[in-house]
Nanobody, 116 residues
Framework: QVQLVESGGGLVQAGGSLRLSCAAS????????MGWYRQAPGKQRGLVAA????????YYVDSVKGRFTISRDNAKNTVYLQMNSLKPKDTGTYYC?????????WGPGTQVTVSS
């Protein structure tokens, strides 16, 4: 089972930017879909963005379109989430995931807090 570890979270003011990274313990070349979920305090975890193995298809939830960009570097076994124009409602724990062979791997999460 691949191990995923997120980094890059922190405290930022509204309008600021952060770049999250998700490093995998093995090659991600064969991981069909990777992406990011967000869980705000007291709310369910929800999908934010996803990307296919060849980066041919990206998905974004409507609330982040035009502000967030997901990318993956298969050579570095890393997926990124560039977050610009951050808003307080973007606050939450961000979890990286990867789907491989019918199983989903999760990272432990990284906290993002956006102050107004």
């Amino acid at each position: 089972q691949v191990q995923l570890v997120e980094s890059g979270g922190g405290l930022v003011q509204a309008g600021g930017s952060l770049r999250l990274s998700c490093a995998a313990s093995t090659s991600i070349f064969s991981i069909n879909v990777m992406g990011w979920y967000r869980q705000a305090p007291g709310k369910q975890r929800g999908l934010v963005a996803a990307i296919t193995s060849g980066s041919s298809t990206n998905y974004y939830v409507d609330s982040v379109k035009g502000r967030f960009t997901i990318s993956r570097d298969n050579a570095k076994n890393t997926v990124y989430l560039q977050m610009n124009s951050l808003k307080p409602k973007d606050t939450g724990t961000y979890y990286c995931y990867g789907d491989i062979d019918g199983l989903r791997a999760w990272g432990p999460g990284t906290q993002v807090t956006v102050s107004s």
